[in-house]
C-alpha cells in the first residue's frame, strides 16, 4: 500500500505492507535509526516520535495509519544546533548507554512544548512510558529540568554532586 | 588535570542526535537476513532435521546448521554448550551435540533476502525431537534422576563446587549464645538491557570473518568465534559499535559464533553480502543467560555482645543448562557468604547444578548480590535478636587491615570498610524522628487506610572484588601514539579494546592518559573497541575495566613518552599490564587469597509498607560506596545511581517466571523493570574517594557494589515496619501478603 507523509519537513511516499508498522517504516525504509525498538509492544518508549507534535510510541502503529501525519523523529528535532533537551541530556549526563534516549527526548520535548515550567512530578509523569535500564533517572529528570530553564530563557541550575574525603 | 574532571562523554551528541549506531541500525549495502532458530525444547534429543522444505521457501539463501560447526562446542570456561544443535556431527568436540538443554539452545540459522522470508524458513524446517525429562529446579536436579550432562562422567548434576574448613564447628557453637538459623531463596534477574541482541558479520578486505555486535570483551568473543570455527584467531576480527547496556549480560555469546558462521557460509556460496540478525525483545530475554537463582541454608552463632563466632553454610546455585561462568560466578558467592566480617569457626559447602533451564552467568555483582543477601539478612537478624543497634553488631565484626577473613587470608590492602558503614551511619542519624512526619502513599490507585501504612529502616553493606580473580591471568593492553610537528608532542590516539557499555569508559580512557601525558582531554584521539587495532583489553566486567585500563594506559603513555624523547615519529608506546596475581583457594579447606582489591558499600533504606495490600513505597535511601578516586564524577554517580535502581528492581518487582524449563513471562509487560515513578523520593550518592593503595591515581572500582546489600536492607526495613522476616524476594505485594499473613498480620 502506498502511504504518503511529512517526515522531518520532507514528504515521503513508500510503499509498505498493510502491517508495517510506522517504526519500520522510518527505520528500514527511510534509514532514520535514531528511532530504537526495545519492546515492539508498546512498553518501553524507545520508539517514541512526534505524531503532529505529540509524542507517540511508533511500534503501537501501523505506517497506514500515519497517512498525512507530520512525523518528527530524533534526527529531525534539532534545528541546526542540538534542542535544548538533546543538550540538557549531554550536559547533565542523563544517558549511559542512550538506547533508551531519542525516545526520551521526544517524550520529554513533546511534554515540554506543552509546558515549560513542569514540576518534578509534571516531568516524571512525562516520561512514565519510557524506560531506562542504565540511569536509574535521576539525571534524565535533571537534564528535562535543565532544558526547561533554558527554554524559559532561564539559567539551569548548577548541578550536584557529592564527593566526600 | 583531567583526572576528577566532569568530562561529558564523548559520544553525548551521536546519542541526543540519533546518529550513533548500535549494531541493529549499521547502513548495509544490500545485506542479507538471518534468523536464528531456538529448539523450543528444555530437554530433548534431536532425532531429525529435514531442511529441504525451509532452503525452498522462496528467498531462503542457505541454513547454516550443526554440520557447518567445525568445532561444535562454546563455553566461556569450560566446553560443554554445542553451538548448535544437531544430529550431523560434532567436529571434534566430546560434546554430544544432539541434545537441547534448554529452550533458547540454537538449532539452525535461517539466511534470506528478506526477515519475512527467514522467519517463514524457520518455519518451515522439520525437525523430530524424542523428549527427555526435564529438570526444571535444584531440588529435581539433586535427585539425580535425570542427568542433564551424563557424558560428563559425574553421576550426579553437581558439576563445580567449593569448600571452607576453618576453626572448629563444635567450638563456635559452644560459644554461641544465640543461633540464627534460615533458609534463603535469591530469584534470577534478567539483565534488560534496552538494546536487544543484535549483529552484522560480512568478510572484511583482509579476509577475515568479521562481526560487529554488541559484547563485553571483544578479544574473548574473537577467541569463542576462532575455536568454533576452527581457524586462527587472527583470521576473526571483532568490533563493537555503540552497546545498548550489558551489566554482565553480554559476557557470554548469543549471536556472535553463529553470525560468524553465517557470513562464511554465505562467502563460500560465492554470495559477497553481508548478513544481519536483529533479536525481538522476547527472543533477548529468552535467548541470554540471567542472574542465578539459588538457594542457602545456613546458620550463625554469636555471642550476647554480638560477636558472630560461626557460620555453616549450603549454598546451592542452579546453573541451568550450561556452565557459562558459573563455577566463577559461584566462587565469588562462596566466599563472600560471610561478608565484610571475622568468623573463627566456619564450615560451607557451594554447588554449581545443572538443570534443563536458562543459564545463570554474568550479572552485575556476579555472585556477591546472593551472598550479600544471605550474610545481611542473618547479621541484620543477630542485632535484631540481641537488641543491637545493626550499625554496632557489624562494628563489632568488621574485617580490618590484615585480619584473616574465612580463606584464612586478609583482604587485600586498602580496607575501607569501617569508613563506608560510620558515613552511612551518620547519613541516616536523623532518620527515626523524622519517619512519622512524612507523607505516604505507598500506592497511587486507592489512599491507604492510616493504620495499615507503617514505616521502617534498614541497612546492609558489602564488599566486591575489583578483577578477575582466583588466579585467572587478568591483563589489560594499551597502545598510545603520540603527534605533533615540534619538539613537544601536542596530540595523542589512544587504541584500546575495552567496551563502553554505557558506563563512559571510552570517556574515561581519554582522561586517564590526558592526565598521563599531560595534555588537555580533546588533544586525545581514541580508536576503540575494534581487534584489528587494539590489544586485549579483558573484559568490561568485574569493575575492573577503568582500574586494569588506567594502570595500562598510565604505562603506555610512558613508554611512548620515551620512544618521542628517542626521537621516534610518530612515537608510539604498548604496554600489556598484568597485576599482582591472586589465588585459586585451597579446595578442601578453602585457604586462600582470592582477590586483587575491593570495593565497599553500605546501603540504607526507609520505606512505608501497607500491609493491607503489601505494596511498599522506597521512601529515602542513601548509598555509600568507596570507589576510590574517581576519573569523571559525572559518569561514576550516573552509574552508581544507575546500579540502585536496578538493585531495588531485583528486590521488589522484578520476577523472572520460570515453569517446566520455560521462561513464560519473556516480555517487558510482564518482567517489570523500575520506571522512573519507582524510583526513591530521595536517593543520596555518596562516594568516598578513599585512595586505593593498588589502583592507578587511587582508582577502585565502581559497576557492581551499589548491587550488593539493597535486597538485605528493604527486607530488614520490612521487619523494622512489621516485625516479619521474609527470607525471599522480589517483594511483590503478593509475597509480601503471604508472609504477613502467615505472621497473623492480616
Ligand atoms: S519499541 Fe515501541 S514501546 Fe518499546
Ligand atoms: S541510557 Fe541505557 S537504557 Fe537509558
Not at chain 1, 512525562?126 to 532561564?154: F, P, Q
Not at chain 2, 566446553?79 to 538449532?107: K, N, Y
Not at chain 2, 540502585?644 to 518487582?653: C, K, M
Amino acid at each position: 500500500m502506498e502511504v504518503s507523509l511529512t517526515v522531518n519537513g520532507r514528504n515521503v511516499s513508500s510503499d509498505v505492507e498493510p502491517r508495517t508498522l510506522l517504526v519500520h517504516l522510518l527505520r528500514e525504509d527511510l534509514d532514520l535509526t535514531g528511532t530504537h525498538v526495545g519492546c515492539e509492544s508498546g512498553y518501553c518508549g524507545a520508539c517514541t516520535v512526534h505524531l503532529d507534535g505529540k509524542p507517540v510510541k511508533s511500534c503501537t502503529m501501523l505506517a497506514v495509519q500515519a497517512e498525512g501525519a507530520d512525523i518528527t523523529t530524533i534526527e529531525g528535532l534539532a534545528n541546526g544546533e542540538l534542542h535544548a533537551v538533546q543538550e540538557g541530556f549531554w550536559e547533565r549526563h542523563g544517558l549511559q548507554c542512550g538506547y533508551c534516549t531519542p525516545g526520551m527526548i521526544m517524550s520529554a520535548a513533546g511534554m515540554l512544548a506543552e509546558n515549560d515550567s513542569p514540576s518534578e512530578g509534571e516531568i516524571k509523569h512525562g516520561i512514565e512510558g519510557n524506560l531506562c535500564r542504565c540511569t536509574g533517572y535521576h539525571n534524565i529528570v535533571k537534564a528535562i529540568e535543565y532544558a526547561a530553564a533554558k527554554m524559559r530563557g532561564d539559567e539551569p541550575a548548577e548541578p550536584e554532586w557529592e564527593v566526600s574525603s | 588535570m583531567s583526572i576528577g574532571a566532569r568530562t561529558k562523554r564523548f559520544d553525548g551528541p551521536s546519542k541526543v542526535d540519533g546518529t550513533a549506531l548500535y549494531p541493529g541500525d549499521i547502513p548495509l549495502d544490500n545485506p542479507l537476513h538471518a534468523k536464528v532458530v531456538f529448539s523450543n525444547r528444555p530437554h530433548a534429543r534431536m532425532v531429525s532435521m529435514d531442511t529441504s522444505s525451509a532452503s525452498a521457501v522462496p528467498g531462503v539463501v542457505t541454513i547454516v546448521t550443526a554440520a557447518d560447526v567445525p568445532m561444535n562446542e562454546y563455553g566461556l570456561t569450560m566446553f560443554d554448550q554445542p553451538v548448535l544443535v544437531g544430529v550431523d556431527g560434532t567436529g571434534r568436540s566430546a560434546v554430544p551435540s544432539d541434545i537441547s538443554r534448554w529452550e533458547a539452545d540454537q538449532i539452525a540459522v535461517v539466511i534470506a533476502e528478506s526477515i519475512e522470508a527467514a522467519v517463514a524458513g524457520a518455519e518451515a524446517l522439520v525437525v523430530a525431537w524424542e523428549d527427555l525429562p526435564i529438570v526444571p529446579d535444584i531440588d529435581a536436579a539433586l535427585t539425580g534422576d535425570t542427568l542433564v550432562h551424563g557424558y560428563n562422567g559425574k553421576p550426579t548434576n553437581v558439576f563445580y563446587d567449593y569448600k571452607i574448613r576453618r576453626g572448629n564447628m563444635a567450638e563456635g557453637w559452644a560459644a554461641a549464645d544465640v543461633v540464627v538459623e534460615a533458609t534463603y531463596e535469591m530469584p534470577h534477574q534478567e539483565h534488560a538491557y534496552l538494546q536487544p541482541e543484535a549483529a552484522v558479520s560480512y568478510i572484511d578486505d583482509e579476509g577475515r570473518v568479521t562481526v560487529k555486535i554488541a559484547g563485553q570483551w571483544i578479544h574473548e568473543d574473537r577467541e569463542q568465534i576462532a575455536h568454533a570455527l576452527d581457524i586462527p584467531d587472527d583470521e576473526v576480527r571483532v568490533i563493537y559499535p555503540a552497546i545498548g547496556g550489558a551489566f554482565g549480560g553480554r559476557e557470554d555469546m548469543t549471536l556472535q559464533i553463529v553470525m560468524a558462521l553465517a557470513a562464511r557460509k554465505v562467502h563460500a556460496l560465492g554470495i559477497d553480502r553481508p548478513v544481519r540478525s536483529v533479536w525481538n525483545r522476547e527472543e533477548s530475554i529468552l535467548g541470554h543467560h540471567k542472574r542465578h537463582r539459588a538457594r542457602v541454608v545456613t546458620k550463625w552463632g554469636a555471642t550476647f555482645d554480638g560477636k558472630i563466632v560461626a557460620v555453616d553454610a549450603d549454598v546451592y546455585m542452579d546453573a541451568g543448562a550450561y556452565n557459562y561462568t558459573s563455577n566463577k560466578v559461584l566462587g565469588n558467592f562462596h566466599v563472600a557468604i560471610a561478608g565484610p566480617y571475622a568468623v573463627p569457626h566456619v564450615r560451607i559447602d557451594s554447588m554449581a547444578i545443572y538443570t534443563t533451564t536458562v543459564p545463570g552467568g554474568a550479572f552485575r555483582g556476579f555472585g556477591a548480590p546472593q551472598a550479600g543477601f544471605v550474610c545481611e539478612s542473618q547479621i541484620n537478624k543477630i542485632a535484631d535478636a540481641l537488641g543491637l543497634d545493626p550499625y554496632e553488631v557489624r562494628r563489632r565484626n568488621l574485617l580490618g587491615e590484615g585480619d584473616p577473613t574465612i580463606t584464612a587470608r586478609p583482604l587485600p590492602i586498602g580496607i575501607t570498610m569501617e569508613q563506608v558503614l560510620e558515613e552511612c551511619a551518620t547519613r541516616t542519624d536523623t532518620w527515626r524522628e523524622s519517619a512519622a512526619e512524612r507523607d505516604v502513599r505507598p500506592f497511587a490507585s486507592l489512599p491507604p487506610s492510616d493504620s495499615a501504612v507503617r514505616t521502617g529502616t534498614g541497612i546492609g553493606i558489602g564488599f566486591k572484588n575489583v578483577g578477575f580473580s582466583f588466579g585467572f591471568p587478568e591483563r589489560c593492553e594499551a597502545t598510545i601514539e603520540l603527534g605533533g610537528d615540534s619538539d613537544e608532542y601536542d596530540s595523542a590516539t589512544v587504541f584500546h579494546a575495552g567496551a563502553d557499555v554505557g558506563q563512559g569508559a571510552h570517556t574515561v580512557f581519554a582522561q586517564m592518559a590526558a592526565d598521563a601525558l599531560g595534555l588537555p582531554v580533546e588533544a586525545v584521539g581514541r580508536e576503540m573497541s575494534d581487534t584489528a587495532t587494539s590489544g586485549d583489553s579483558g573484559s568490561a566486567s568485574a569493575s575492573r575495566l577503568t582500574w586494569m585500563a588506567g594502570h595500562a594506559i598510565g604505562e603506555a603513555a610512558a613508554v611512548a613518552q620515551k620512544a618521542w624523547g628517542d626521537g621516534d615519529r610518530p612515537a608510539r608506546g604498548h604496554y600489556r599490564y598484568e597485576p599482582p596475581s591472586s589465588e585459586m583457594i585451597d579446595p578442601d579447606t578453602g585457604e586462600g587469597a582470592p582477590f586483587i582489591t575491593c570495593g565497599y558499600v553500605a546501603e540504607a533504606v526507609q520505606l512505608a509498607i501497607d500491609v493491607e495490600t503489601g505494596h511498599i513505597e522506597i521512601l529515602r535511601m542513601v548509598c555509600v560506596t568507596d570507589a576510590g578516586r574517581v576519573v569523571n564524577p559525572l559518569l561514576a554517580e550516573g552509574q552508581i545511581e544507575g546500579a540502585v535502581i536496578q538493585a531495588l528492581g531485583y528486590t521488589l518487582t522484578e520476577r523472572l517466571v520460570v515453569h517446566d524449563g520455560r521462561i513464560t513471562n519473556p516480555r517487558l509487560s510482564g518482567y517489570l523493570i523500575p520506571g522512573v515513578a519507582d524510583i526513591p523520593r530521595d536517593l543520596e550518592v555518596v562516594n568516598l574517594e578513599l585512595p586505593d593503595p593498588q589502583g592507578p591515581w587511587g582508582i577502585r572500582g565502581i559497576a557492581e557494589m551499589p548491587m550488593i546489600p539493597c535486597a538485605p536492607a528493604v527486607i530488614a526495613a520490612v521487619h523494622d515496619a512489621t516485625g516479619v522476616w521474609i527470607d525471599e524476594f522480589p517483594l511483590t505485594p503478593d509475597l509480601v501478603r503471604k508472609h504477613l499473613r502467615a505472621a497473623g498480620i492480616t
